[in-house]
């Protein structure tokens, strides 16, 4: 308890110092399994918020239990967050340089609150295992990132961009767009090197993003198109405006797409569950999206 009070009191009295940590790599301070919780002196609304400006460095912070932490203008550098409890994690314009949260709890989370104008970025951070789910990932830069098998459904991305990150396992209910919910000005190229050939993508939006940057998987249950302008403006005018629900719907799904779509993008991929409840209903989507694509790559 004494060591828990005192490591809480460095991360958020102590303004002599301006880091926390090891100054070893290879030797990096053991706060294993180490819980925080309870300490209502130091967190009197259940949170513990860092001094700004704080830098934490060579930590291992593996099993412990920090709930309600908040990170102002951090730097967070070679710490490991492995299977760690953090839910309700809030980031402050913090940078996260060489971290693991492999496994961790981040249900729940904010990964990048705007502090003074500035948003949270991962360099060369794991994912991997870690439960985001009910996390708020919007307005983040992500590089060289890890999100394999990571929890991640009904995520929203809105705002942030990827550069060199890889996706694996089921990705459900997830937006990725240019939109910020903050009014963050996007990168230009807002996805580059991303690499989601080991994932399964269902109900996944990508608003007015250029997908070229993107490798997406191949095979069922995914269905892909080519010339995706043409193939869905097609698709969409051979559907009845009235008509029967599934084909009324299957016509707003496809136009919605389209209204989402950057100018440049010429690729499209849908899981075969979105785009029908039963077999028939998906083969005959599937049938209609493949002759619009057939039709548009005669006009070439």
């Known amino acids: 308890m004494k060591r828990a009070q005192a490591i809480l009191n460095a991360l958020t009295r102590d303004a002599d110092a301006a880091s926390f940590g090891s100054n070893d790599t290879k030797a990096p301070l053991d706060l294993r399994g180490l819980s925080f919780q309870g300490h209502q002196e130091y967190a009197p609304d259940n949170t513990i918020a860092t001094r700004q400006g704080l830098t934490l460095e060579n ?42 949260f ?20 991962y360099e ?66 807002v996805m580059q090197g991303i690499d989601f050939s080991e994932a399964t993508l269902r109900d996944i939006e990508f608003r007015h993003i250029d997908t070229q940057g993107i490798t997406f998987p191949v095979g069922d249950p995914h269905v892909m198109v080519d010339h ?19 084909t009324y719907g299957l016509r707003a799904y496809l136009a919605t797409e389209l209204g989402h779509a950057h100018p440049e993008r010429t690729l499209g991929i849908w899981h075969r569950a979105s785009l029908g409840k039963t077999t028939a209903e ?12 057939s039709e548009c790559a005669s006009k070439k």
């Open 282 to 293: 998906q083969e005959f989507a599937i049938a209609l999206l493949k002759r619009a694509e």
């Open 102 to 121: 492999e496994g961790a709890d981040m249900r729940g989370s904010q990964l990048s609150l705007p502090l003074e104008g500035a948003y949270s970025a």
């Open 124 to 189: 060369a951070t794991d994912f991997s295992r870690a439960n985001l789910i009910g996390a708020n990932c919007a307005d983040a830069s992500f590089r060289k990132v890890n999100f394999s098998r990571t929890k991640l459904n009904g995520i929203n991305f809105r705002g942030s961009d990827f550069t060199d990150c890889s996706f694996a396992g089921t990705i459900k209910n997830v937006t990725f767009s240019t939109e910020s919910l903050t009014g963050k000005q996007p990168r230009a190229s």
């Open 59 to 100: 930590i291992d912070f593996t099993n412990a239990s920090i709930p309600g932490l908040q990170l102002n203008g951090a730097l967070v550098i070679n710490c490991t967050f492995k299977r760690a409890r953090l839910k309700g994690l809030e980031c402050w314009g913090t940078i996260f340089r060489n971290c693991s």
């Open 228 to 246: 995706y302008h043409c193939t869905l403006t097609r698709a969409v005018e051979a559907l009845p405006v009235k008509g029967k629900p599934f």
